[in-house]
């Protein structure tokens, strides 16, 4: 092989640890809004689950307040009752009293499931905010985990970046020039070996004359498709 063409190779082989390690740190920032977005996620659902039992509460109250009115009402025509003098008025205004009791009874009835009701809600507040709990102590180990981890990345690219600077300089300016071009536009890949025949990377195959100069090696190849400086792979001699 080539120096050069070796010295690219450990080249790429750098580049790709730094991209690796680059797109880790990119990646940082998102992993921290996912644990935030957690924390807002769950204190809406606290907030609604709140705002639902308040409103089954109101809704009781309201009801209560009705029982009493119809009560009130209830007790003010069977006071009637005594004065009044036919019997087709006394039976009028027992008939009025037995609706308004039918009427307190429905709403008894409501007041009775408003309490399951907010029983269950009161539930769902309590499971909200144990939900909370967890997702701001989520919140807090994962932003010292991800502090930590970008302290790591952050010393692993500066020491990715010095070796890359020795191996670097073992590649020719014009060669070196093309790979950081290639390694631009091409996903962080510039050199790609040579598998069954083809290029590694776009896997479309090279020609058998192609292929013949490869092997001989005398001559750094390009993929026709891709552009992508060629290699043959030490393993495969395909
Ligand atoms: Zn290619």
């Known amino acids: 092989m080539l120096p050069e063409i070796e010295a690219l190779l450990a080249l790429q082989r750098q ?7 680059r797109r880790r740190r990119d990646d940082l920032p998102r992993r921290k809004e996912a644990l935030r977005e957690a924390v807002n996620q769950a204190k809406t659902e606290l907030d609604q689950a709140k705002k639902d039992l308040e409103q089954a509460r109101l809704a009781r109250r309201t009801s209560e307040k ?4 119809l009560t009130t009402d209830a007790i003010k025509l ?7 003098k036919t019997n087709k008025e006394y039976q009028a ?3 009025e ?8 009874s429905d709403y008894e009835t409501r007041i009775l499931e408003s ?6 809600l009161t539930a769902a507040v309590k499971a909200a905010e144990k939900r909370v ?3 701001e102590a989520r919140l807090k180990d994962g932003e010292e985990k991800l502090a930590r981890e970008g302290a790591e990345v952050d010393q692993s690219l500066h020491s990715l970046q010095q070796d890359r600077e020795a191996i670097k300089v ?25 598998k069954k025949g083809a290029c590694g990377a776009c896997f479309k195959g090279l020609t058998p004359h192609a292929l013949q100069e490869a092997r001989r090696g005398g001559e750094i190849k390009m993929c026709d498709a891709c552009g992508r400086i060629l290699v043959l792979a030490e393993t495969s001699m395909t």
Not at 66 to 69: A, H, N, R, S, T
């Open 15 to 21: 580049d790709t640890l730094l991209f690796e390690a």
């Open 66 to 69: 009705d029982v009493e009115g």
């Open 78 to 84: 069977e006071r009637q009752l005594h004065d009044v």
């Open 93 to 95: 205004l027992l008939h």
């Open 97 to 104: 009293i037995e609706g308004i009791k039918s009427k307190r």
């Open 115 to 120: 309490f399951e009701r907010e029983e269950t």
């Open 133 to 135: 709990t967890v997702e």
């Open 170 to 194: 073992r590649v020719p300016p014009a060669l070196l020039s093309r790979y950081d071009r290639l390694l631009g536009v091409r996903d962080g890949v510039a050199v790609a070996e040579i």
